[in-house]
Every structure is written in structure tokens, then in C-alpha cells.
T-cell receptor, first 110, second 115 residues
Framework: GESVGLHLPTLSVQEGDNSIINCAYS??????FIWYKQESGKGPQFIID?????DKRQGQRVTVLLNKTVKHLSLQIAATQPGDSAVYFC?????????FGTGTRLQVFP | ETGVTQTPRHLVMGMTNKKSLKCEQH?????MYWYKQSAKKPLELMFV???????ENNSVPSRFSPECPNSSHLFLHLHTLQPEDSALYLC??????????????FGDGTRLSIL
């Protein structure tokens, strides 16, 4: 997952713009990746997943890109809306345990 | 509505109290999980149950005691907790205990505060 720091990274975007949230993972053997969204006062909500035999997967307004060469995962949100404001974090796994990142806070302003 | 319901949503307790957190999943899943979420830290896996049997215990202090009476219900019994145990406790479930083939679905958590 993302490197752990004292402060949660924050991405501020204007409503209607595209957002790109990044995640650097550590285990080259990881073969399954998940993006979660966590709104204030709620639990993590599954957004999209991708397996290591793919490099791109699209959902509704979201796209996940996987670059195994540099161990990098990104989440792209098209036409960002106020309801997209939340903490987003990635998770990786190879077999028996999900490893979560600390998250990125997405702020959407009008 | 995630299909995973946790109660209570908030809990304040003293260090000498005994309380229990409850989780119920309505998804027909066979695996259930307890996680601890502290500020600015990644989710920490505490316990895993698959078909009502505990399959993982990640060096969690004995003051936390899980119970899984059936595949739909999961409890976390708490006693003599410490202030550092204050956190958001999340329950999750998945179809099977194979974390690399399907996502886990989370409840909204119990916010626990230890006085």
C-alpha cells in the first residue's frame, strides 16, 4: 500500500474534473488489488478490483490501472462529483492476507 | 446498505467494563473478519472466521475475544480494555476465505472510546 506518513495525503479537485489517485504497493507477488472508498462515519465501500493478468479495468466512471513493472496502481474517477469526497485506499494480496494502504483524501470543491 | 450490519455504532466504556460488539451479514457469505482502524494507520486484521471456525488470529491481546456462532453472526467480546484500544472496529465478510479472488464487504463499524 501507500507509504505510511503522519498526514493523510490530500487531493483537491474541482467538480467536473477527472481525479487520479495513486498507490504504490510493495509485494511483487501480489496478484489481486482492490480500491475502497470510505466516507466519513462509514465503513470502506468496494469500488473496483483488478487481477495481475490485467493492466486496466473500467467500471462506472472509474478506471483502475495496474503497472506491475513499477508496482503502481491508480484509480481514475471521471467527472468528479461532490459525492466522491472520501478517503480512498488500495489493498493488495498474494494469497492469504489483504494489505491495506493508509489512504488518500479526495476533496471536491465547486 | 452494504449487507453487513454492526451494532452498536458508538460505544463508550471504562477500562473495567465488559461489552460486546455484534456483526451480522445478510450476504450469504462464509467468511467473516474483524479489523481495527486507527487514525492515520492502515486497517489491521484481528480475526478471521471461515465456516464458523477461526482461521487466523493476528497476535491480538486476550482482552479481545471473538465468537462466531454461525456463518451470519460475529461477535467481539471486550474486557479490561486500554485507552489505546480506542478505534473504529470494522466487520467484513466475503464469499469464501480466499482473499485473493474476491473483495471483502465491510460494515460501517463501531466507534469505540475507552475512558
Amino acid at each position: 500500500g501507500e507509504s505510511v506518513g503522519l498526514h493523510l495525503p490530500t487531493l483537491s479537485v474541482q467538480e467536473g474534473d477527472n481525479s487520479i489517485i495513486n498507490c504504490a504497493y510493495s509485494n511483487s507477488a501480489s496478484d489481486y488489488f482492490i480500491w475502497y472508498k470510505q466516507e466519513s462515519g462509514k465503513g470502506p465501500q468496494f469500488i473496483i478490483d483488478i487481477r495481475s493478468n490485467m493492466d486496466k479495468r473500467q467500471g462506472q466512471r472509474v478506471t483502475v490501472l495496474l503497472n506491475k513493472t513499477v508496482k503502481h496502481l491508480s484509480l481514475q474517477i471521471a467527472a468528479t462529483q461532490p459525492g466522491d469526497s472520501a478517503v480512498y485506499f488500495c489493498a493488495e494480496t498474494d494469497t492469504d492476507k489483504l494489505i491495506f494502504g493508509t489512504g488518500t483524501r479526495l476533496q471536491v470543491f465547486p | 446498505e452494504t449487507g453487513v450490519t454492526q451494532t452498536p455504532r458508538h460505544l463508550v466504556m471504562g477500562m473495567t467494563n465488559k461489552k460486546s460488539l455484534k456483526c451480522e451479514q445478510h450476504l450469504g457469505h462464509n467468511a467473516m473478519y474483524w479489523y481495527k482502524q486507527s487514525a492515520k494507520k492502515p486497517l489491521e486484521l484481528m480475526f478471521v472466521y471461515s465456516l464458523e471456525e477461526r482461521v487466523e488470529n493476528n497476535s491480538v491481546p486476550s482482552r479481545f475475544s471473538p465468537e462466531c456462532p454461525n456463518s451470519s453472526h460475529l461477535f467481539l467480546h471486550l474486557h479490561t480494555l486500554q485507552p489505546e484500544d480506542s478505534a473504529l472496529y470494522l466487520c467484513a465478510s466475503s464469499q469464501e476465505y480466499r482473499v485473493n479472488i474476491q473483495p471483502q464487504h465491510f460494515g460501517d463499524g463501531t466507534r469505540l472510546s475507552i475512558l
